[in-house]
């Protein structure tokens, strides 16, 4: 392109930068696109004939930043960590006062947080800015988290809005809070993501293990859970996925994939910051843990030859229409447990970080676009606009009463799978999270008498004012 023309540049023509480029310039935005492998910007606009005349590829990082109109937009979409470092630096030396660098990709928000201040002092504003929905998401309209100046995010929105998801009528985007906020949420997102994908692989694990149901069952299953209380995005996948048959053999498709999950680092981080603001969320630590565990597939056959001999109860699980229905609300209700566990460490970040997340509203922009969408979150997002403050999800009258009812069916499902041998890590920390959360006295007073007996860390009493130590007899 000759001329300084373009709306925004998309850097990076990847799956997500790719398709996000040809959404916005399907919104008629004028969009120079570059790649590092300079030719594949080149084939996303010959690819798509349709869009090409808004679509701008440039064969040098000089030529990308000249085809912008000043004050430039320029959105990168390249895989997280160094990349982007690489990118803001090529970048800045051919950039001005006023330009806007967005990261799109998935960031480490301290990453994000650290990229703003270096970002500072040289008048180009830094935006992290979490983008989910995938592929097709991308494409055709994706739930997007912004962090950053509120006044970038003014001037960026006539090209989100239109860019975003839309859900009655409203964009599935929001500015979300300063600097790293949108990073950090998007991380939370696909910590919930884990979380919610790991307990539909483990009910998927009682059916297979537990009632040996055999695939084609199970995806009219799922499909039927898909049309009330479970309606998602990954209820309707995980159906589309034990419904395909793989042409060669034709046999399931799922039954010839190998048992052996990839992640790249977002669920990691959403445990590592939950640990670090002191808020459990267990579905998500074993929703990633499982991730590790099925990564050593070898060292688990070898574990499985070593008890090979074990005696285990006969699985109890109720076949048929109630067995199923008990399944149903206990994943019911193990999601509704995960989610708040994802927004109570949303919650105490926004205090620690001084965002003033808008968390019924973050319900909102997930509504559509994004991998966790489902008509759940509009309870959610209800929930926080009652006026009344949320402690936590788990006490607010929109889910106490779902939780109280179905937590004998999760109570159920997790006894019969601990006994059949049938691994819940995650249906069976949101029930134990359940327990003990619900507990007005539980037994860390026992945690403070030990820990002040080795290490004289004092302990509070409930009779008494002021911190405590006391003088144990020597072990
Ligand atoms: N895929 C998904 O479902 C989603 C992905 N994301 C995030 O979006 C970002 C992009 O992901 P995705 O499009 O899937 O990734 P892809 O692997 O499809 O594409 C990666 C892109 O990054 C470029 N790239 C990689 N390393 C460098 C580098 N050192 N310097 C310059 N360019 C580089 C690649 O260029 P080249 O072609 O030359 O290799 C390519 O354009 C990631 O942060 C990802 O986590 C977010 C939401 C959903
Ligand atoms: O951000 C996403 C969805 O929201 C990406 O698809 C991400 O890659 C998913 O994480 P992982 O690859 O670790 O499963």
Redesign the pocket.
């Known amino acids: 392109m000759s001329d300084a023309k373009a709306d925004i540049g998309v850097l990076?023509?990847?799956?997500?930068?790719a398709m996000l480029a040809l959404n916005i310039a399907e919104e008629d935005f004028e969009t120079a696109i570059f790649?590092?492998?300079t030719e594949?910007a080149f084939k996303v606009r010959d690819d798509n004939p349709e869009l090409a005349a808004k679509l701008h590829p440039e064969n040098s990082l000089e030529e990308f930043v000249a085809a912008l109109k000043t004050p430039r937009v320029v959105l990168i979409?390249?895989?997280?960590g160094?990349?982007v470092d690489?990118?803001i630096e090529h970048l800045k030396p051919l950039l001005e006062k006023g330009d806007i660098v967005i990261d799109?990709?998935?960031?480490d928000f301290n990453d994000t947080v650290r990229r703003n201040k270096a970002m500072e002092g040289t008048g180009i504003h830094f935006v992290g800015m979490g983008?989910?929905?995938?592929?097709l998401g991308a494409r055709h309209g994706p739930s997007i988290m912004v962090g950053g100046d509120k006044a970038v995010w003014e001037r960026l929105k006539p090209i989100l809005q239109p860019v975003a998801a839309q859900y009655d009528g409203s964009p599935c985007v929001a500015w979300l809070g300063t600097d790293g906020a949108g990073h950090f949420v998007k991380t939370i997102h696909n910590g919930i993501e884990y979380a919610d994908m790991q307990m539909i692989a483990e009910i998927y694990g009682i059916m297979r293990d537990g009632l040996g149901m055999a695939a084609p069952d199970m995806a009219k299953v799922f499909a039927d859970w898909n049309t009330r209380g479970l309606a998602s995005y990954l209820v309707e996948i995980t159906a589309a996925v034990l419904a395909e048959t793989d042409q060669e053999t034709g046999k399931p498709l799922v039954d010839l994939i190998v048992d052996e999950a990839g992640q790249?680092g977002t669920g990691r981080w959403s445990v590592i910051e939950a640990q670090k603001l002191g808020i459990g969320a267990t579905t998500l630590e074993s929703a990633v843990s499982a991730r590790g565990i099925s990564s050593r597939r070898a060292e688990r056959a070898d574990a499985a030859k070593v008890y090979a001999d074990l005696t285990l109860p006969a699985s109890t699980f109720a076949s048929g229409t109630e067995g199923l229905r008990e399944l149903e609300e206990a994943l019911e209700t193990a999601k509704i447990i995960a989610y708040a566990q994802g927004y109570a460490i949303m919650a105490a970040a926004s205090q620690e970080f001084t965002w003033n997340l808008p968390l019924g509203d973050i319900a909102r922009i997930w509504r559509a676009g994004c991998i966790i969408r489902s008509d759940f979150l509009d309870d959610i997002a209800k929930a926080y606009e009652t006026g009344e403050t949320v402690i936590n999800l788990l006490q607010t009258p929109t889910f106490s009463g779902r939780v109280a009812k179905g937590q004998a069916a999760l109570r159920q499902v997790v006894s019969k799978a601990t006994l059949a041998g049938v691994p819940v890590p995650a249906l069976g920390a949101a029930l134990f999270y359940f327990d003990d959360y619900r507990r007005a006295r539980g037994t860390a007073n026992l945690v403070q008498g030990q820990r002040d007996l080795f290490g004289a860390h004092t302990f509070t009493r409930f009779d008494k004012d002021g911190v405590q130590h006391h003088h144990w007899p020597a072990v």
């Open positions: 990076g023509m990847g799956t997500m930068g790649n590092r492998t594949k979409m390249v895989n997280a160094k990349p690489e990118q799109g990709g998935n960031a983008v989910s929905g995938g592929e790249k």
